[in-house]
């Protein structure tokens, strides 16, 4: 399924994935990461970058402009901050026009074949959603865990839980965008971390199933010790009691609406 030549062909209709960037304070790091999916090998025409700046304080907004300029690839919007990253996701997801959408942190990388193993998984499979294997690289201190449970082999068209897939709840995959637009499924605002846990929980159940390539790593997080890649550091313990509550809330919502 994978190949290493860019594919160069204009696509038939519409875009394939939608890549989403919320940004925040990353002008050391946005230029490489917009690199990187304009890298891919699913080739022009096939993916578009959605950048969504959340109010920054240095270049990254002017980076972006600069790198969106003469190019029908990236589109850039911002937005006042808001705290986390949940805002400018969903600006972005107003905005997306692909069949996909693709979650990526302003600061992380994509292996080149990323976008086009992971539709070509959900096109073959008809899956909701596609999750792919993190790796870590830079030299800062570790700062965000990778799951490695669902991970132990590539898995096509299985049950969420069973797979393990509900291990790993943050927005790093690929998301059909009928099933994201049909139930409304949006990240909640007022959490300053975890907003991508419900959302991607929603998601799940949604899906009728889900796929895992695991054969390569396909998602590069980047380790930084600065946290700046982040609208907001820390979180209180009644705003982690009220990630939970939303969590089991989203479970027993959704849960019912299948069954019923």
Known sequence: MPTNALDTTDPPGRIDVSVIIPVYNCEEFIEATIAS?????????????????????????????????????????????????????????EAASGRYLFFLDADDKLDRDTLK???????????????????????????????????????????????????????LKLFRHSIIEDHEIRFPLGFPIGEDQPFTLKAFLHSPH???????????????????NVTSAGQSPRKHLDRIMTLISTILENTKRLRG
């Open 210 to 228: 889900v796929s895992i390539l695991a054969d390569k790593v396909f998602y590069w997080v980047r380790q930084r010790g600065d946290g700046t």
């Open 37 to 93: 999916v304009r890298q891919q090998t699913i080739g022009r025409g096939h993916y578009e970058i959605v950048a969504v700046d959340d109010g920054s304080t240095d270049k990254s907004l002017s980076i972006l402009n600069d790198l969106a300029r003469g190019r029908n690839d990236l589109r850039v919007f911002t937005i006042p901050n808001s705290g986390s990253a949940a805002a400018p996701r969903n600006r972005g997801l």
């Open 117 to 171: 193993r992971l539709s070509q998984t959900a096109d073959a499979t008809g899956s909701g959603v596609v999750l792919c294997k993190l790796g870590l690289f830079g030299e800062g201190k570790l700062t965000r865990q990778i799951p490695s449970k669902p991970f132990a082999k590539n898995s096509y068209a299985v049950d969420f839980i069973e797979s393990k897939a509900n291990s790993t709840l943050s927005a």
